[in-house]
């Protein structure tokens, strides 16, 4: 693997189509505002880099970046790129990972609006992020210990796992297909509506009108919080850990409740079953549901 160290690069298309190729404590930044740095590269690794141009990684295969830093003006990093691993690295262009497939990130420090869309597979742990739109269209995640802030989160996203998380997100899971929380806490309103099979295990879940217009929802052990209108013309299997401000004409189903201020059941097709009282697993309903998912639960 050759090496290049301690040097800075501003033209356009600097290591254009090179592989194995080992990078480190570069600069990408000059007069020749030059773009795309490492396009169609093979075996790239990156240490210790500054990179403040635009379009340094499309194309690539078998990239890996460390320790290293891209601002704001390093727009569209990583475009239509496979076996990447990025840590302990500051992504704060917009449109950061897009297109990409095969991705892992770790420790690393995210700024970047319109992050992470159409990505196919990828592992985030021990981040954090900040973005709008963030994860949209992806499929095959797997988070953990990953703290968001943002709106418009994970709309459209297939196959995905969540564990120890904590997600600060408006609008969140908007047409999800296939997702499972576990042990995590979501504050926001209107959560997961339109969402097909969600599954939230042992979570917190903070905001108005939550789990509207859902399919194959399942809640174990969950506790929510400031929730009114909940799971409106859903088809739902709750066991709750608390009390709720109302329930609005779930449409399938039951939910398994300790308290519930207001049920309002106003439409004939609100056929779900709502259950108040201490919760123990003690139905027939819920212990076939603990059975179902026992993967999930903690014992």
């Not at 570069?26 to 740095?37: H, I, K, N, V």
């Not at 990130?105 to 992020?129: L, R």
């Not at 789990?211 to 709750?240: G, P, R, W």
Request: overall charge negative; some cysteine.
């Amino acid at each position: 693997m050759n090496i290049v160290e301690n040097q800075s690069f501003d033209k356009e298309r600097a290591f254009y189509g090179r592989s194995d190729l080992l990078v480190k404590n570069c600069a990408f930044d000059g007069l020749a505002d030059g773009e795309s740095a490492f396009k169609e590269c093979q075996g790239i690794e990156v240490d210790a880099c500054y990179f403040n141009l635009r379009y340094p990684f499309w194309h690539n295969k078998g990239l890996k970046i460390h320790g290293s830093d891209m601002t704001e003006l390093c727009r569209a990093s990583l475009w239509y790129s496979q076996h990447v691993k990025i840590s302990h690295t500051k992504m704060h262009g917009i449109k950061a990972v897009r297109e990409c497939n095969d991705v892992v990130i770790e420790n690393c420090d995210i700024i970047s609006s319109e992050f992470g869309w159409s990505v196919n597979g990828m592992q985030m742990n021990h981040s954090t992020a900040e973005s709008e739109y963030f994860m949209m269209r992806a499929t095959d995640l797997d988070f953990s210990d990953v703290r968001f802030k943002g709106k418009y989160s994970f709309q459209y996203i297939k196959n995905a796992v969540f564990e120890n998380c904590v997600l600060d997100t408006k609008d969140a899971f908007w047409h999800a297909e296939n997702v499972v929380v576990k042990n995590s806490v979501i504050k926001g309103e209107y959560l997961a509506w339109y969402s097909d099979g969600l599954t939230l295990v042992n979570c917190k879940i903070i905001g108005t009108q939550p789990f509207c217009y859902c399919k194959n929802l399942t809640l174990i052990n969950c506790e929510m919080v400031d929730a009114d209108l909940c799971f409106e013309k859903s088809e739902v299997q709750a066991i709750l850990s608390s009390s709720l401000d109302s329930i609005k004409n779930p449409l399938s189903g039951w939910i398994q409740v300790p308290q519930v201020k207001e049920i309002i059941i106003d439409i004939p097709e609100a056929k779900g079953k709502v259950m108040v009282g201490p919760v123990d697993f003690p139905t027939e309903e819920a212990q076939k549901m603990i059975s179902e998912n026992k993967q999930f639960i903690k014992v």
